[in-house]
């Protein structure tokens, strides 16, 4: 069965650079969640969206920004980065918000030196 | 928000062993899962239980929605079980909050 898709699998910047990372969801998943987790953290939600449309905001950064495009895959975008935004992005999706079952990508690994 | 707890924060077991570990939600939840992350970093989908009880070969999963806490047990322990077990919920939001873990080792 196909699963969510995550691009790049790992991502080398420096400061101040910009990233974009890549999720395609399962087929026919119409939510999309970014979860960032930092080294023996639990993952935290950066954002979510439903049908195209932001649905929920959590501790993302004024310097990343995320959108879901047409076909429902989703980009996260980060800029000026900093050593602190080092850590493991995952994107997961759902059929439906909040009662279906989340399905996670296998992350984006973000080193920033 | 929700809170999320999780117990106990570690556990080491010896091969064959088997293991309750619990987690606590401080409301009323619509979607619980249990994921396993393993030590490349994946998270794993165990079991999708915001109530009742379900079993997946040696694992099984119990949710008291009722009394707000889930029980994942993990019967005749093997070294690839090591990882970390994390506990997710959506109280009605938009999104999953995840307890702390439970980070488990499986000596051989």
């Known amino acids: 069965a196909a699963g969510v898709i995550q691009s790049p699998r790992h991502l080398i910047k420096e400061k101040r650079e910009t990233a974009t990372l890549k999720c395609y969801p399962i087929p026919r998943h119409d939510t999309v969640y970014w979860y960032q987790q930092g080294p023996g953290q639990d993952p935290q939600f950066l954002i979510s969206f439903y049908e195209k449309m932001q649905s929920d905001k959590g501790s993302i950064p004024d310097r990343f920004s995320a959108q879901q495009f047409s076909d429902y895959h989703s980009e996260l975008n980060m800029s000026s980065l900093e050593l602190g935004d080092s850590a493991l992005y995952f994107c997961?999706?759902?059929?439906?918000?909040?009662?279906?079952?989340?399905?996670f990508g296998e992350g984006s690994r973000l080193t920033v030196l | 928000g929700i809170q999320v707890e999780q117990s106990p924060p570690d556990l080491i077991l010896q091969e064959g062993a088997n293991s309750t570990l619990r987690c606590n939600f401080s409301?009323?939840?619509?979607?619980l899962q249990w994921f396993h992350q393993n030590p490349w970093g994946q998270l794993i989908n165990l079991f999708y239980?915001?109530?009742g009880t379900k079993q997946n070969g040696r694992l099984s999963a119990t949710t008291v929605a009722t009394e707000r806490y889930s029980l994942l047990y993990i019967s005749s322990s093997q070294t690839t079980d090591s990882g970390v077990y994390f506990c997710a919920v959506d109280n009605y939001g938009q999104n999953f909050v995840f307890g702390p873990g439970t980070r488990l080792s499986v000596l051989p």
């Open positions: 409301d009323s939840v619509n979607n």
């Open positions: 239980i915001p109530s």
């Open positions: 997961a999706s759902s059929d439906g918000q909040g009662a279906g079952e989340l399905f």
